[in-house]
């Protein structure tokens, strides 16, 4: 890797978390949500052993609501719950420690943020297959206090050692970070997550207007994708901010709901453009990992 980093310093901590159980918020009679024109509607959503759906599928045309690729975990515990969702980092290793699975080993691809605030975690089909709703999972988590010695006005969130060194990233002869990505997201097109942390979580990319995400070049996105949101300052929270960019993975797939779409987690983030996002074709998890279906 062509950039200095602190990771020698960086603590490997565990955290933890049981595979959550898919839940619906409303009262348990109107079970429904609305999408963005006003019709009701009930899709699987968040949460669970989603046995059909992995990194490097699309994003887009499941008959589900933010389906999270893979396995989510989360624990009851409030304070614990938010350790693990601050602290485990994509790329993260995760292995499975009860259950019929255990031994299995996983990566941690995503984090969705309000209303679930799970951790997202990519494992083998055959391994899911094996698995149970409350199965516990380690995460080793590093990556928080992720530093370039040579970029210090870019802040990294829940970005791990090994996919830094995976995406291959570069210093440019103008002091910015290169960063290969697939495409930019226009702040018009960033909804639900607007305002809440940056540490966790998700933001998502609006797409009720399908024209608008065809011309912005994102209407073919994988899960797994690595996009720059530009114009957009992630430093303590997501919001507009000219001239900002940042960088994260499309961590959860599409939404019929208004202000709602692909969930991003966000990796790195620069107020003052210090990151240069590079158009590059294919940059997605499942190739920087060598992630098996």
Same mark, same amino acid.
């Given at each position: 890797m062509s950039v200095r980093t602190n990771a020698d310093r960086l603590v490997c901590v565990s955290v933890m978390g049981q595979i959550a159980s898919? /839940?619906?918020p409303g009262l348990p009679a109107v079970? !429904? $949500?609305? &999408? /963005? $024109?006003g019709r009701p509607f009930l899709l699987p959503t !968040?949460? @669970?052993i989603v046995y059909n759906v992995s990194v490097g599928d699309s994003a887009y045309g499941w008959m589900a609501d933010c389906i999270h690729p893979g396995v989510s975990i989360s624990l009851k515990d409030d304070n614990g719950n938010r @350790?693990?969702?601050l602290l485990a980092c994509v790329g993260n290793t /995760?292995?499975?420690?009860s259950g019929d699975a255990k @031994? /299995?080993?996983?990566?941690v691809t995503g984090k969705s943020g309000r209303f679930s605030e799970h951790v997202i975690i990519h494992f083998e089909r055959a391994a899911r297959e094996k698995m149970a709703i @409350? &199965?516990?999972i380690v995460v080793r988590s590093q990556g928080v206090g992720l530093e370039l010695a040579d970029h210090p006005g870019v802040q990294f969130k829940s970005c791990s050692v090994e996919l830094l060194e995976g995406l291959e990233v570069t210093s440019s002869p103008d002091g910015k970070l290169n960063v290969p990505v697939v495409g930019h997201v226009p702040p018009h097109l960033l909804g639900a997550g607007a305002g809440l942390t940056s540490e966790g979580g998700s933001v998502h990319i609006q797409s009720a207007d399908r024209e608008a995400l065809a011309l912005a070049g994102l209407d073919k996105l994988r899960l797994g994708d690595v996009v720059a949101l530009t114009d957009y300052d992630s430093s303590w929270n997501h919001g507009y901010l000219r001239g900002a960019v940042g960088i994260g993975v499309v961590g959860q797939g599409d939404s019929p709901r208004n202000g709602y779409g692909p969930g991003i987690t966000l990796l790195m983030t620069s107020m003052t453009g210090g990151i240069n996002p590079v158009v590059t074709p294919g940059v997605n998890?499942? &190739?920087v990992f060598s992630l098996q279906n």
């Amino acid at each position: 890797m062509s950039v200095r980093t602190n990771a020698d310093r960086l603590v490997c901590v565990s955290v933890m978390g049981q595979i959550a159980s898919p /839940a619906f918020p409303g009262l348990p009679a109107v079970p !429904y $949500q609305l &999408d /963005a $024109q006003g019709r009701p509607f009930l899709l699987p959503t !968040y949460g @669970g052993i989603v046995y059909n759906v992995s990194v490097g599928d699309s994003a887009y045309g499941w008959m589900a609501d933010c389906i999270h690729p893979g396995v989510s975990i989360s624990l009851k515990d409030d304070n614990g719950n938010r @350790g693990l969702n601050l602290l485990a980092c994509v790329g993260n290793t /995760a292995v499975v420690m009860s259950g019929d699975a255990k @031994g /299995a080993r996983g990566i941690v691809t995503g984090k969705s943020g309000r209303f679930s605030e799970h951790v997202i975690i990519h494992f083998e089909r055959a391994a899911r297959e094996k698995m149970a709703i @409350g &199965d516990k999972i380690v995460v080793r988590s590093q990556g928080v206090g992720l530093e370039l010695a040579d970029h210090p006005g870019v802040q990294f969130k829940s970005c791990s050692v090994e996919l830094l060194e995976g995406l291959e990233v570069t210093s440019s002869p103008d002091g910015k970070l290169n960063v290969p990505v697939v495409g930019h997201v226009p702040p018009h097109l960033l909804g639900a997550g607007a305002g809440l942390t940056s540490e966790g979580g998700s933001v998502h990319i609006q797409s009720a207007d399908r024209e608008a995400l065809a011309l912005a070049g994102l209407d073919k996105l994988r899960l797994g994708d690595v996009v720059a949101l530009t114009d957009y300052d992630s430093s303590w929270n997501h919001g507009y901010l000219r001239g900002a960019v940042g960088i994260g993975v499309v961590g959860q797939g599409d939404s019929p709901r208004n202000g709602y779409g692909p969930g991003i987690t966000l990796l790195m983030t620069s107020m003052t453009g210090g990151i240069n996002p590079v158009v590059t074709p294919g940059v997605n998890l499942k &190739d920087v990992f060598s992630l098996q279906n």
